[in-house]
């Protein structure tokens, strides 16, 4: 395999000093910049390296220094604009200071920053009344927090206190937080510190992925392009799912206290894992498995709500459930730091138990930034647009995947799209990293801001604001394109 390897990289070798005669050019905006007036970027790079926690870490071999936005595009310090294919971390909803989310803020910020909850305040209550306006019924009570680590720490203590169980599951390759509670249930050794206990009632079972998991293939996952890996499944059931069921079952028998288990925790798509998709059936089986085993279950959404997966305001929709639990960040707030936990009444009642207090969830800022993104959301059919602009990308993606020998899979649902870099496709192993790296460092160079993801960082997350067009999906698609050909990668 090691030879094989070792051939097919060098059949992809780059030529790192050639150019495309003509680059793609980026689509027109009507939008002008306001000019750079901060400090130098040598001395930001100085502050950033002196003064800044180094795990800050920045991307590119010369980090870019933005500092404006407007919707889809982003600008550096020179005034170059960027298209946004990753929206801040999958947290950009909507576009970047959206005019009508920046009046709403404009407007709170003249009347009351912050009281905190002992007062009642107008806005946090009517932004839980529209938020929970989205949920199936009986998830009516929602608690505010700053972030999606905070939510998930919130939604493993109900869960515990709520089932009088301990023990809480977790899927290989996911990720749910960096704090010290939700640490124990990211399972990716890249965010992992070697601190005793953070593991404690944790575990982690295998993940249910189609296509490079045990099982799983052309018929197995809910999304417009299926992996070219063969399978036996039909139209009416999956077998992958079954398995990946037993196997959870396994689990079940020998890592559990019978009958005893406080929760599951599932994206409905992992999102840093490399927008990994579960078989059909798996997340409302693996529900069932939980609930018979006195758990409940609880769907992180942090990432795939809001209308990003675009058949569904939450990604759960898609999955045939309805949680106990939702944990939720980033696209809530368009880039303020809003987090929920929406739930139950009688699940949420266990906080009563003793006190609890978040100094700013649900501010009056937060929440008003809250309310407005749920009406553009709304009113701007942004998950309409989120599937419609989703399904034309995830068509052109796949038109490379099968021009490429290096592009394994193309996935995902809506604008939450991945696409996995490999040596070759019968191998699957990982593209050799620096020269993945030198593609997307073009991507850069050309105009687009992809993400980047997966356990062995060779996933491109495409994950943009959900207003994008489409002469912007044809620009990502034709700089991929050009950097794939710049670097000289050998056609199928």
Same mark, same amino acid.
């Given at each position: 395999?090691?030879?094989?390897?070792?051939? +097919?990289?060098?059949?992809?070798?780059?030529?790192?000093?050639?150019?495309?005669?003509?680059?793609?050019?980026?689509?027109?905006?009507?939008?002008?910049?306001?000019?750079?007036?901060?400090?130098?970027?040598?001395?930001?790079?100085?502050?950033?390296?002196?003064?800044?926690?180094?795990?800050?870490?920045? $991307?590119?071999?010369?980090?870019?220094?933005?500092?404006?936005?407007?919707?889809?595009?982003?600008?550096?310090?020179?005034?170059?604009?960027?298209?946004?294919?990753?929206?801040?971390?999958?947290?950009?909803?909507?576009?970047?200071?959206?005019?009508?989310?920046?009046?709403?803020?404009?407007?709170?910020?003249?009347?009351?920053?912050?009281?905190?909850?002992?007062?009642?305040?107008?806005?946090?209550? @009517?932004?839980?009344?529209?938020?929970?306006?989205?949920?199936?019924?009986?998830?009516?009570?929602?608690?505010?927090?700053?972030?999606?680590?905070?939510? /998930?720490?919130?939604?493993?203590?109900?869960?515990?206190?709520?089932?009088?169980?301990?023990?809480?599951?977790?899927?290989?390759?996911?990720?749910?937080?960096?704090?010290?509670? +939700?640490?124990?249930?990211?399972?990716?050794?890249?965010?992992?510190?070697?601190?005793?206990?953070?593991?404690?009632?944790?575990?982690?079972?295998?993940?249910?992925?189609?296509?490079?998991?045990?099982?799983?293939?052309?018929?197995?996952?809910?999304?417009?392009?299926?992996?070219?890996?063969?399978?036996?499944?039909?139209?009416?059931?999956?077998?992958?799912?079954?398995?990946?069921?037993?196997?959870?079952? @396994?689990?079940?028998?020998?890592?559990?206290?019978?009958?005893?288990?406080?929760?599951?925790?599932?994206?409905?798509?992992?999102?840093?894992?490399?927008?990994?998709?579960?078989?059909?059936?798996?997340?409302? @089986?693996?529900?069932? #498995?939980?609930?018979?085993?006195?758990?409940?279950?609880?769907?992180? %959404?942090?990432?795939?709500?809001?209308?990003?997966?675009?058949?569904?305001?939450?990604?759960? @929709?898609?999955?045939?459930?309805?949680?106990?639990?939702?944990?939720?960040?980033?696209? $809530?707030?368009?880039?303020?730091?809003?987090?929920?936990?929406?739930?139950?009444?009688? $699940?949420?009642?266990? #906080?009563?138990?003793?006190?609890?207090?978040?100094?700013?969830?649900?501010?009056?800022?937060?929440?008003?930034?809250?309310? %407005?993104?749920?009406?553009?959301?709304?009113?701007?059919?942004?998950?309409? /647009?989120?599937?419609?602009?989703? /399904?034309?990308?995830?068509?052109?993606?796949?038109?490379?995947?099968?021009?490429? %020998?290096?592009?394994?899979?193309?996935?995902?649902?809506?604008?939450?799209?991945?696409? %996995?870099?490999?040596?070759?496709?019968?191998?699957?192993?990982?593209?050799?990293?620096?020269?993945?790296?030198?593609?997307?460092?073009?991507?850069?160079?050309?105009?687009?801001?992809?993400?980047?993801?997966?356990?062995?960082?060779?996933?491109?997350?495409?994950?943009?604001?959900?207003?994008?067009?489409?002469?912007?999906?044809?620009?990502?698609?034709?700089?991929?394109?050009?950097?794939?050909?710049?670097?000289?990668?050998?056609?199928?």
């Amino acid at each position: 395999m090691a030879s094989k390897n070792l051939t +097919t990289l060098s059949k992809l070798t780059r030529l790192a000093s050639t150019k495309l005669a003509v680059e793609p050019k980026l689509p027109e905006t009507e939008f002008e910049a306001p000019s750079y007036d901060g400090p130098s970027y040598d001395h930001v790079r100085n502050v950033r390296d002196t003064n800044l926690n180094p795990v800050l870490r920045t $991307i590119y071999k010369k980090p870019l220094l933005i500092h404006s936005g407007k919707m889809q595009w982003l600008y550096d310090h020179e005034g170059r604009r960027y298209l946004d294919m990753f929206g801040g971390v999958v947290t950009v909803s909507v576009g970047h200071c959206h005019p009508r989310v920046t009046a709403a803020l404009q407007s709170q910020i003249h009347k009351l920053w912050h009281t905190t909850n002992i007062y009642l305040h107008p806005k946090i209550h @009517e932004f839980a009344e529209k938020l929970v306006s989205t949920m199936p019924k009986g998830l009516d009570c929602v608690y505010f927090v700053n972030s999606g680590s905070e939510a /998930n720490d919130l939604a493993m203590s109900l869960s515990r206190m709520y089932t009088g169980n301990f023990d809480v599951i977790s899927l290989r390759n996911a990720y749910h937080g960096g704090s010290p509670y +939700t640490l124990g249930l990211t399972a990716h050794d890249t965010y992992k510190y070697p601190i005793p206990g953070v593991n404690n009632g944790i575990i982690h079972a295998m993940n249910a992925d189609p296509y490079k998991g045990i099982w799983g293939g052309s018929n197995c996952r809910d999304c417009p392009v299926q992996t070219d890996r063969k399978c036996d499944c039909g139209p009416n059931g999956c077998q992958a799912g079954k398995n990946y069921i037993k196997e959870l079952g @396994e689990v079940f028998k020998y890592s559990l206290p019978k009958g005893r288990v406080a929760a599951m925790f599932a994206e409905s798509i992992q999102g840093v894992g490399g927008i990994v998709q579960f078989p059909k059936n798996y997340i409302k @089986e693996a529900a069932k #498995m939980v609930r018979a085993n006195g758990g409940l279950f609880i769907s992180d %959404e942090v990432q795939t709500g809001f209308g990003r997966t675009g058949d569904h305001f939450w990604g759960f @929709e898609g999955h045939g459930i309805v949680p106990d639990i939702v944990t939720m960040a980033k696209g $809530i707030g368009n880039g303020f730091p809003i987090g929920a936990v929406v739930t139950r009444k009688e $699940i949420a009642s266990m #906080m009563s138990q003793a006190a609890h207090f978040n100094t700013y969830g649900g501010n009056p800022l937060s929440s008003a930034v809250g309310v %407005e993104v749920l009406n553009v959301i709304k009113d701007e059919g942004m998950q309409e /647009n989120s599937l419609k602009m989703g /399904n034309y990308f995830l068509e052109q993606l796949a038109q490379l995947r099968d021009e490429y %020998e290096i592009i394994g899979d193309v996935r995902g649902k809506g604008l939450m799209i991945g696409v %996995e870099f490999v040596s070759d496709k019968d191998s699957k192993n990982p593209l050799d990293k620096q020269q993945f790296l030198d593609i997307w460092e073009q991507t850069k160079d050309m105009g687009v801001l992809f993400g980047t993801g997966g356990a062995y960082g060779n996933v491109l997350r495409v994950k943009p604001p959900m207003c994008i067009n489409k002469a912007d999906v044809d620009f990502a698609v034709d700089v991929l394109k050009s950097a794939l050909d710049t670097h000289k990668i050998k056609y199928l």
